[in-house]
DNA sequence: GTCTATAGCAGGATAGAC
DNA sequence: GTCTATCCTGCTATAGAC
């Protein structure tokens, strides 16, 4: 039987499946019957698709978690082209609306932050995908976006440091989203999701050693 | 047979082993066996001592992590008194070298971070724990301590998303070990961690809306 | 309290019919 | 390409000797 409804080919809906229940509950967690019950698909077609389960993982970071974080990026690069200038303030705040905001939906940005987190505290093949093919352009590029804005006295480990710190209050707002809502008190909607993108733009900002204090 | 080397009851060694092992694999990924393996005790001591396996990973939870969250605000608390004052500086100086230098060896610290990081991503019952009895309270009193230096116009929210964007950038740089070292190239030793610090420090300090320009 | 033996079940993977 | 039946390994948990 062709699964799940319509004309996706029983891979893709493999595919899609596994990257929610994988990032929902990581991968030992998560078994391949559940998976092709899921996708309302045959137990074998898994070994028969991807050969076996750790494959089926790989593939999940390689065609569906690298395609997304090509969306963030494009998002971002539109963003700052709207902006007009590449100011670290134009930067930031293109960069977090992708990253917040962004072309995904909810559900999605989720998956793909909880993901990319899983890689980090227990890295395995796919965190080469996630590292060099993603994370490390990123960060070159903001350095090459940010270093005319910087001091001269600041050398890279510390524009590092910096991009880092941007990174990781983004990162943590995405994943973190149950601690925080149960701290700050409201659901992640759009109002909330604005204001985060503000806090991050105003809070960066004045953390970053700019040569003159912009705003 | 006693387990390990030495003085340590069955018990504690097993909360022990498990603690490395839930905080290195996640629980799922981690046997039974493997810890009484690891352990040098009996696959049956487990459920012995606590009754099965999850009761034994809401005890690392309950008698190790809370003991270590206990350790760290302990040092955060000496650390501002040492300080003499209670101004951000001095707040996000104390707490930033609690949770990064703090009292726990490197080993501990990682694990300690892993184990939230993993309830954040994925909560079970241990999420109260880590939440309640520990995030909170240490949120409340940040606010406490932030408030009398912050404009009268920032309200609540704004200042628990500063509390929160501090702490964001703590967890990361503790949990995300290896694609921090990756991108800046440093190991984490003495000499990266106190840089770590200050430059926390610094783009904190710069990001909080204080009355006056402190440095 | 410690240990062995084992029940009972779920997991990944595969063979082979269709 | 799909599906069923099945192998075999490894899991948690327990019973019961010591």
Redesign the pocket.
């Known amino acids: 039987?062709?699964?799940d409804s319509g004309n996706k080919?029983?891979?893709d809906c493999l595919l899609e499946v596994a990257e929610r229940l994988f990032a929902q509950k990581g991968y030992d967690a998560?078994?391949?019957?559940?998976i092709t019950n899921t996708a309302k698909?045959?137990?074998?077609?898994?070994?028969?698709?991807f050969?076996?389960?750790?494959t089926l993982y790989l593939n999940v970071f390689r065609e569906r978690w690298m395609l997304r974080a090509q969306y963030i990026r494009a998002c971002f690069e539109e963003n700052l082209a709207g902006c007009g200038d590449t100011s670290p303030a134009s930067v930031i705040q293109s960069l977090a609306e992708a990253l917040i905001k962004g072309p995904l939906t909810d559900e999605e940005r989720l998956f793909h932050f909880q993901l990319m987190i899983r890689e980090m505290t227990k890295p395995t093949e796919a965190f080469e995908i996630v590292m060099e093919e993603t994370m490390k352009p990123t960060f070159e590029g903001l350095e090459q976006l940010f270093q005319p804005y910087l001091h001269e006295s600041i050398d890279e480990d510390r524009t590092l440091l910096n991009i880092l710190s941007i990174f990781s209050m983004v990162l943590y707002f995405n994943f973190a989203r149950l601690p925080v809502s149960k701290i700050i008190g409201h659901a992640y909607d759009q109002r909330f999701k604005d204001r985060l993108v503000q806090h991050i733009v105003d809070f960066s900002l004045s953390g970053l050693p700019v040569k003159e204090i912009a705003r």
């Not at 698909?41 to 028969?48: D, K, Q, R, T």
């Not at 050969?51 to 750790?54: A, C, I, L, P």
């Open positions: 039987m062709s699964p080919t029983t891979r998560v078994s391949v019957r559940e698909c045959n137990l074998a077609s898994v070994n028969y698709h050969g076996n389960k750790k």
